[in-house]
């Protein structure tokens, strides 16, 4: 059964500071990874997809990168501004099918 | 392009009460996907429904709960006799194709068990 864990839970920066989030998964078998944002009250904003073939994915101030044989993916945020204040989580779809097994989140707070 | 349309977006129930929740997926989305967040925890896949069909249900408690996606309309998640432990946000998301890469998620419906 594939678990996805995320540290930290929760991470508080000062603005303009680059910061690393990390998700680990059991089952290095997984067919894609994503990255998505949840704001409060809000749904969820799909950010980055990484294939399983791939090693890394970027948009804009965000790279998202995947080693699959451990069982680790980062997301990298540059220069971090208030409205990335979010709550980030990390999926895994598997090979088998189209579910996608989420992380719990880190809750990220960039502070003026 | 409306995207993923839930209602309602807050629901409460009384024990014992029924609760409805409704998804119409983006346009020329023809699969279907409930995920449940109870609070402090992380989304958990519930079923997966193409039209008429439903594929995956490997997530759904065994009792009360149910799922249907008509060949019209929107797709129905059905829960009876609810209990304060059904107390979550379920989101609904959709995709154009079964292995579609990305799914697209609607902003979810907030259902309190009183």
């Known amino acids: 059964k594939q678990e996805v864990t995320q540290i930290p839970a929760a991470l508080s920066v000062p603005e303009g500071e680059n910061l690393v989030l990390n998700c680990s998964f059991t089952?290095?078998?997984?067919?894609?990874l994503q990255w998505f944002r949840q704001d409060p009250g809000k749904g969820l904003t799909s950010l980055l997809l990484i294939q399983s073939s791939q090693r890394e994915q970027t948009s804009g101030r965000l790279n998202a990168s995947l080693d699959k044989s451990s069982g680790r993916s980062t997301l990298y945020i540059a220069a971090s501004q208030p409205g990335d204040s979010a709550t980030y989580l990390c999926a895994v779809r598997g090979g088998g099918g189209n579910k996608l097994t989420f992380g719990t989140g880190t809750q990220l707070k960039v502070e003026l | 392009n409306a995207g993923v349309m839930q209602n309602p977006r807050h629901l409460v129930r009384r024990r014992g009460q029924e609760a409805r929740l409704r998804c119409s997926p983006m346009?020329?989305?023809?699969?279907v996907y409930w995920y449940r967040q109870l609070p402090e925890e992380g989304l958990k896949f519930m079923v997966y429904?193409?039209?008429?069909?439903?594929?995956?249900e490997s997530g759904m408690p065994k009792e009360r709960f149910s799922a249907e996606f008509p060949k019209e309309g929107p797709s129905i998640l059905r829960i009876q006799q609810v209990v304060r432990g059904d107390s979550a946000a379920y989101f609904c998301a959709s995709s154009p194709e079964s292995g579609a890469n990305v799914l697209t998620f609607g902003a979810g419906s907030r259902l309190t068990v009183l």
């Open positions: 346009k020329g989305h023809s699969h």
């Open positions: 429904l193409q039209k008429e069909n439903i594929i995956d």
């Open positions: 089952d290095s078998a997984i067919y894609n």
